[in-house]
Nanobody, 125 residues
Framework: QVQLVESGGGLVQAGGSLRLSCAAS????????MGWFRQAPGKEREFVAA????????NYADSAKGRFTISRDNAKNTVYLQMDSLKPEDTAVYYC??????????????????WGQGTQVTVSS
């Protein structure tokens, strides 16, 4: 079982930056592809970014590409989402999620095996 705890959310002005962290429990963090998703008020949860188990491959939603960077430190059992040039439309609860690497890539939240409680990101205009 993987326990995921997100942190780093908060209130930021448009154009600012935040760095989200997701700390994972257990000894097998490197066996999981990791993803970030977000859900804005009244909207469906959407894919933001994903990273392969080694950190060498990444995938981004068009809305995140060029502004967000996903990374991971397997020695620390942590995945990060660096968010730059934030916009009000980035306001959402951000979730990290883990998917067993042998199951392949996915941009669908329900196809991930574990997810955290979320961290709120609010971007003011």
């Amino acid at each position: 079982q993987v326990q995921l705890v997100e942190s780093g959310g908060g209130l930021v002005q448009a154009g600012g930056s935040l760095r989200l962290s997701c700390a994972a429990s257990g000894r097998a963090f490197s066996s999981y592809n990791m993803g970030w998703f977000r859900q804005a008020p009244g909207k469906e949860r959407e894919f933001v970014a994903a990273i392969g188990r080694s950190g060498g491959s990444t995938n981004y939603a068009d809305s995140a590409k060029g502004r967000f960077t996903i990374s991971r430190d397997n020695a620390k059992n942590t995945v990060y989402l660096q968010m730059d040039s934030l916009k009000p439309e980035d306001t959402a609860v951000y979730y990290c999620a883990a998917r067993r690497w042998e199951m392949g890539w996915s941009t669908v939240f329900s196809e991930y095996n574990y997810w955290g409680q979320g961290t709120q990101v609010t971007v003011s205009s």
